[in-house]
């Protein structure tokens, strides 16, 4: 059985769905798949995925023309999703007529471009991210979809609450993490000296981009509250952090990394005294549906983790693995840090690390690899 990935994505990029993207084509292949990521032709920082992610295999590309007028604004992503849209469509339906035969495996980068996966040749498996409203693009696309993954239980009740879909249609599993990657760096001492860190200071950490979902404005007021901590948020700008949270008075704890290379992550993760995952109340998204791949990052690192109590990160962690803060509730944030960096910590860490084994891209791999043979 072969795989034509499609993906409305840059790639490679530092992105978060970049990176699953990468890793789940990296798995399906080392699982013994044939496998081709079928995305846009846009301008990329490196020409080899394979090497921008420090893969194990090769990844096989069909890059399809399109207008690469992605950034700016949404008339202009629309206009550049269209296209692809339309590129892979008739490219798909070109091999078919040719001879070539498979499956099609696609994800949910925005909110339309998948709608003419319904009408290829190829039977198809969609992999979704986000509880979606009901309409007629996904009513269509899941109605002829032959199986649906999503990441959490959440997403899977609504889905089956607003498109009355089968529960046997959809397969839950959270996203994956390469364990080898995130563990296998140097300790904390070595890690801060290498990044050029206090070592005597305590340290939070944050990586990942910002966005206004996040619920990233619980940082200053929390380091106002801990003046003596360190606060490292590796993913932006202080300029983009107070343009996006409106928030222009930030205490000199809160130290702001920029965006780092994605080899350089490990690093970070270990020089930490504790790490952080945020979510809100104030975004469906956030509180009810990622499955941050930050997550999955910090198990596998084997640090202190301090999360927001959302139902979407509770469906995959306990207090076992996690020190859990009550989203949006800076006292309760402040509290909870300084609970994880005075309290013995092993049983958590330990718990981490074996949950991190639960969710390898492999098995992640696998997994759906099972449900797709079970359905084609």
């Not at 890059?63 to 490219?91: E, Q």
């Not at 008075?249 to 690093?267: H, Q, S, T, W």
């Not at 962690?317 to 910590?345: C, G, H, M, R, W």
Request: aromatic share 14%; net charge positive.
């Amino acid at each position: 059985m072969k795989l034509f990935y499609i993906a409305n994505a840059r790639m490679p990029s530092e992105r978060a769905h970049a990176i699953q993207i990468a890793k789940m084509s990296e798995a399906f292949i080392l699982s013994g798949t044939p496998l081709q990521l079928v995305v846009p032709k846009r301008k990329t920082l490196s020409s080899s995925i394979r090497d921008f992610y420090k893969l194990k295999a090769d990844v096989p590309l069909i890059r399809l023309p399109v207008l690469d007028i992605y950034g700016g604004n949404r008339g202009r992503f629309w206009l550049g999703s269209f296209s692809f849209m339309l590129s892979y469509f008739f490219t798909m339906w070109v091999r078919y007529l040719r001879g070539e035969r498979g499956v099609v495996y696609t994800i949910d980068m925005d909110q339309f471009s998948i709608f003419l996966v319904a009408f290829l040749p190829f039977r198809f498996f969609i992999e979704i991210h986000d509880a979606k409203p009901r309409g007629f693009v996904f009513f269509v696309v899941f109605k002829r979809a032959r199986g649906i993954i999503t990441i959490n239980n959440i997403i899977k009740e609504k889905l089956c609450e607003r498109f009355h879909l089968p529960p046997e249609k959809i397969l839950v599993h959270p996203n994956g993490i390469d364990i080898d990657f995130f563990d296998l760096a140097p300790q904390k001492k070595e890690a801060r000296e290498k990044l050029g860190l206090s070592l005597q200071k305590k340290t939070v950490v944050y990586t990942g981009q910002f966005y206004d979902w996040k619920g990233l404005d619980i940082f200053p007021a929390a380091a106002k509250q801990l003046p003596e901590i360190y606060f490292y948020l590796v993913g932006g700008s202080r300029e983009e952090f107070s343009e996006l949270t409106g928030i222009s008075d930030i205490p000199e704890n809160v130290i702001f990394a920029g965006k780092r290379p994605y080899e350089e992550m490990p690093l970070w993760l270990k020089a930490a005294d504790a790490l952080v995952v945020l979510g809100t109340k104030q975004n469906e998204y956030s509180y009810y549906h990622t499955s941050p791949m930050k997550l999955f990052e910090y198990l596998a690192s084997g640090g202190v983790i301090v999360a927001a109590a959302t139902p979407a990160i509770k469906d995959v962690v306990s207090e076992k693995e996690v020190f859990f803060y009550e989203p949006d509730n800076v006292d309760s944030f402040a509290v909870t840090i300084k609970q994880a960096l005075s309290e013995d910590t092993h049983s958590k860490q330990a718990f981490a690390k074996e949950a991190a084994h639960r969710f390898t891209w492999q098995k992640r791999a696998l997994s759906i690899l099972g449900f797709i043979k079970g359905l084609v």
